[in-house]
Nanobody
């Protein structure tokens, strides 16, 4: 079973920064696969934040464009999400996800949760005003 382990969450004030990590050391398709960050706030549906696809092409939700950056380290097999200028509305549980088949590549925007097969347990991000 694929193991994805998130870390890096925490509590920050608005305007602050955090970097989330998702360790995928046992994920065989880390290199050719497509990876993503999602978030879910209490009472809300899980929403896509950022995708990184083959060739390291990226997509972002409009709400985070210009503030968040998704990237991956192939040697360490770690997926990152650098989050700058955080806002209270960014408060949520953040999850990384993997899709070895890259089904969402052709979508015009970030892919939905249904495109991803494997998930981490999540890391909480809380932004105070």
């Amino acid at each position: 079973q694929v193991q994805l382990v998130e870390s890096g969450g925490g509590s920050v004030q608005a305007g602050g920064s955090l970097r989330l990590s998702c360790a995928a050391s046992e994920y065989p398709d880390f290199s050719p696969g497509c990876l993503a960050w999602f978030r879910q706030a209490p009472g809300k549906e899980r929403e896509g934040v950022a995708n990184i696809n083959r060739g390291d092409t990226t997509k972002y939700a409009d709400s985070v464009k210009g503030r968040f950056t998704i990237s991956r380290d192939y040697d360490k097999k770690i997926l990152y999400l650098q989050m700058n200028n955080l806002k209270p509305e960014d408060t949520a549980m953040y999850y990384c996800a993997a899709d070895p088949y890259c089904r969402g590549t052709s979508r015009p925007g970030v892919a939905p949760p249904s495109d991803y097969d494997d998930w981490g347990q999540g890391t909480q991000v809380t932004v105070s005003s």
